[in-house]
């Protein structure tokens, strides 16, 4: 079985109305997970830990794939979870950015000038 297999649009629904129901505590716990992603392993800003495994592991880096099967230990299928609950909070950002007055728009056209 692979380490990561894409989600379903069915489970992309479950993980999105999961990531939108988080509590405070665990987004800090989230928040915590990315600096540590970023800072120790060199990953992507707004990017856990386990989905920075899941992108690699697709491409078949050692220390991802293995990651990613200790995490299916807990949850199968963890590192594309975790991809698409990093992709819900990144979409719920850039839906924040927009209802703010587009002030990211104002932005990118400034820097266009």
């Given at each position: ?23 405070w ?8 997970d ?80």
């Amino acid at each position: 079985m692979p380490t990561v297999s894409p989600l379903t649009p069915a489970q992309q629904a479950v993980v999105d109305a999961e990531c939108a129901v988080y509590p405070w505590w665990r987004r800090v716990l989230i928040a915590f997970d990315q600096f540590i992603n970023v800072a120790v392993f060199g990953g992507l800003v707004g990017e856990t830990i386990s989905a920075h495994a899941g992108r690699l592991a697709v491409r078949n880096v050692w220390w991802a794939v293995r990651m990613c099967d200790a995490l299916d230990l807990l949850e199968s299928n963890h590192g594309s979870k975790a991809c698409c609950g990093d992709l819900y909070r990144a979409l719920l950002v850039v839906q924040a950015e927009e209802s703010s007055g587009n002030l990211l728009t104002m932005a990118i056209r400034k820097a266009a000038k």
